[in-house]
């Protein structure tokens, strides 16, 4: 059984970094993609990057060179360093991991606000 745990969230004023971090405690014997979903009041949860075992990256189009997600394996976690940031970020932040079952892991979630 596994267990994802968030931290970094916070306030920021427009075109400020925050980076959140996101680690899956358990006994997990492996990882798969790991990433991080958004979700804005009144609007649909959005994938925001994703990164595979061996780091391979994907990103939404409106986070692109803003964003960089990364990951430690050894650590079993995955940061998501966030730029130049823009009062559309504001949203609660859900990281997930994709384990060998198949099962996927959630985050309790971070608010992430940016003031203009």
């Known amino acids: 059984q596994g267990r994802l745990v968030e931290s970094g969230g916070g306030l920021v004023q427009a075109g400020g970094s925050l980076r959140l971090s996101c680690v899956l405690s358990g006994n997990i014997f492996s990882i798969n993609a790991m990433g991080w979903y958004r979700q804005a009041p009144g609007k649909q949860r959005e994938l925001v990057a994703t990164i595979t075992s061996v780091g391979y990256t994907n990103y939404a189009d409106s986070v692109k060179g803003r964003f960089t997600i990364s990951r430690d394996n050894a650590k079993n976690t995955v940061y998501l360093q966030m730029n130049s940031l823009k009062p559309e970020d504001t949203a609660v932040y859900y990281c997930?991991?994709?384990?060998?079952?198949?099962?996927?892991?959630w985050g309790q979630g971070t608010q992430v606000t940016v003031s203009s």
């Open positions: 997930y991991a994709d384990v060998a079952n198949g099962r996927r892991y």
